[in-house]
């Protein structure tokens, strides 16, 4: 069973099913409260896990693959919040705040705090009976509010109203190729227009984005099959694939021999 309430931005997901896998362009800055079940989220760099209780910050502009656990419940359930910036930019100029400096981070673990803890409780009423838009920015900008009285320096995740700017590619691709997401949304992160990312890379990778990235895959693969012996079902999702015989279709294509057989 799966449920997802959406009340002008302030969402409830719930999952009854053991594991549920994901990618995300995470395109609002927002927060999320686990309600119970446990969550994985990976951004390319680091694994971040939280569990019941947790509440968690996330930068707009990330991608993010996630697995969300029900056990031992049997339910995954998490309250959030989203932050447009038509919100906070209001926001910030109401209250004369600046970004002071760029984020480095793309999740973060809020330390636990009675006032935020009580204020995702008070949520849990919302999602019975209808709400008006204004009721939900008060209460989007409450939790502003509160984030910034728990943490001033929260600041410089939510006011950054920047695009991305132009990065290093080959640092940027080498984190992010297991991402299964269109090259535009790639490009975009990266600070270049679709044909400007394109340009860019076959002049470091001297070969095209699409051939480039399945070939990073498939070795990727190779190595968590052969070195951390996971199990095919596990390695083709892990590694960007959509389904599984495309992946043993490209991999036996490249190396010659199935993927079980490694």
Not at 69 to 93: G, H, K, M
Not at 110 to 135: C, G, H, M, Q
Request: with cysteine; aromatic share 14%.
């Amino acid at each position: 069973m799966t449920l997802h309430d959406d009340l002008y931005g302030i969402q409830k997901s719930c999952y009854s099913q053991n594991t549920k896998t994901g990618e995300y362009f995470v395109k609002e800055n927002g927060i999320s409260y686990i309600v119970s079940g446990e969550l994985e989220a990976f951004d390319g760099k680091t694994v971040h896990r939280y569990k019941k209780g947790d509440i968690v910050l996330y930068k707009k502009n990330t991608l993010i693959r996630f697995v969300k656990y029900a056990q031992p419940t049997n339910v995954f359930e998490a309250i959030s919040v989203v932050f447009d910036d038509t919100l906070l930019q209001e926001y910030a100029q109401r209250y004369h705040i600046c970004c002071a400096q760029l984020p480095e981070q793309s999740l973060y673990k809020v330390k636990s705090d009675i006032l935020l803890n009580a204020y995702f409780t008070s949520l849990k009423s919302y999602f019975s009976r209808e709400i008006t838009p204004a009721l939900a920015q008060l209460k989007k900008e409450e939790a502003i509010h509160l984030l910034l009285l728990h943490n001033e320096t929260y600041k410089n995740v939510l006011f950054h109203f920047a695009t991305p700017g132009k990065i290093d590619l080959e640092a940027f691709m080498n984190n992010n190729f297991r991402f299964n997401v269109p090259l535009s949304q790639l490009a975009f992160l990266t600070g270049r227009s679709l044909a400007t990312f394109k340009r860019d890379f076959e002049k470091v990778f001297k070969t095209s984005p699409n051939k480039w990235i399945q070939q990073k895959r498939l070795e990727e693969a190779y190595y968590l099959l052969e070195n951390k012996k996971m199990k095919t079902k596990d390695v083709y999702l892990e590694v960007g694939f959509e389904t599984l015989s495309h992946f043993s279709y490209a991999f036996k294509k490249h190396f010659g021999i199935a993927p079980s057989n490694v």
